[in-house]
């Protein structure tokens, strides 16, 4: 299994204050050798962040490895992330070093983090607080020294009160916090971010250089990005690779984006509500059609928990 991550782009400036602010905590934080938890939706960069404090830390010219721990098979997360002796198991044909040991010097980034079985988490909060890696099959420790930084999309404290997430690996992980806001919440950011994916978008397919057109940026700026910058991302690859000439026109973009456009009703002076009215009737609506249940309206609305119960204390209801 390859374990490089790609570099963070060093020429986005961030025109959200948000973001500005998160990147300034993320340089302050890279001076640290602490661990870190990144949290936030799925989709909003946070890889792109554990990178960009790894590129700002007296670790960058070592290692930077990320691994998403809820695409490795179950079997296999051990060995993956700790390695295995020749033997250990049926398949071992050599020894195998793992992704810690692979880091040495440098940052491992654990993605997805929430989804790793119990056992695996007894084995990491190991490592953790004795900074040492047995392999599997082993009966030898292994001193490592690598930084540790790690993401979620879930509610780790509601992981913990439901025995799915061990409350001191939750605190050894949680040194230094980092949330990242939806792309919803930054939309400032959507020129840049347009820009500088599709660039990338266009060296990764090797395609000559294409604009978009007026009219697609467009549709692009009013598209709400549930799917935060990953779909952002998605989007431009998908029309990238429908576009036939040197431009991206809207009926090159995805179904989803171009319906989103086609149903926005047209507003005239007298119609037009303020967003955060139009979003707060949302989501009450929402938690109403969900009977209450916090989770469930999360998880149909595709944010995440604790996002909710921020809007809802906004909007002066019990969370």
Partial sequence: MSYAAEPAPSNIRPRSTRMRELLELAETV???ESTVLLTGES????????RFIHDHSPRRRAAFNAVNCGALPT??????LFGHRRGAFTGAVSDHPGLFEASHGGTVFLDEVGELPLDA????LRVLQEREIRRVGDTRSRAIDVRVIAATNIDLQEAIQTKRFRSDLFYRLNVLSVHL????ERLDDLPELIDTLLRKVLRRSSRPS??????AVACLLDYPWPGNVRELENALEHACAIAAGAEIDVSDLPDSIRRYAADIPTATSHSIRPLWQIERDYILAALRACNGNKQ??????????DTLYRKLKQYREPA
């Avoid at 989709?43 to 554990?50: P, S």
């Avoid at 988490?121 to 990491?124: E, G």
């Avoid at 806001?181 to 919803?184: E, G, M, T, Y």
């Avoid at 294409?210 to 009219?215: C, G, I």
């Fill in 43 to 50: 989709g909003v960069g946070k890889e792109w962040v554990a």
């Fill in 210 to 215: 294409t604009r978009l057109t007026d009219e």
């Fill in 30 to 32: 890279a001076r640290s």
């Fill in 75 to 80: 079997a296999l997360i051990e060995s993956e």
């Fill in 296 to 305: 469930r309206t999360a998880r149909a609305l595709r944010i995440a928990q």
């Fill in 121 to 124: 988490q007894v084995k990491l």
């Fill in 181 to 184: 806001p939806p792309l919803r």
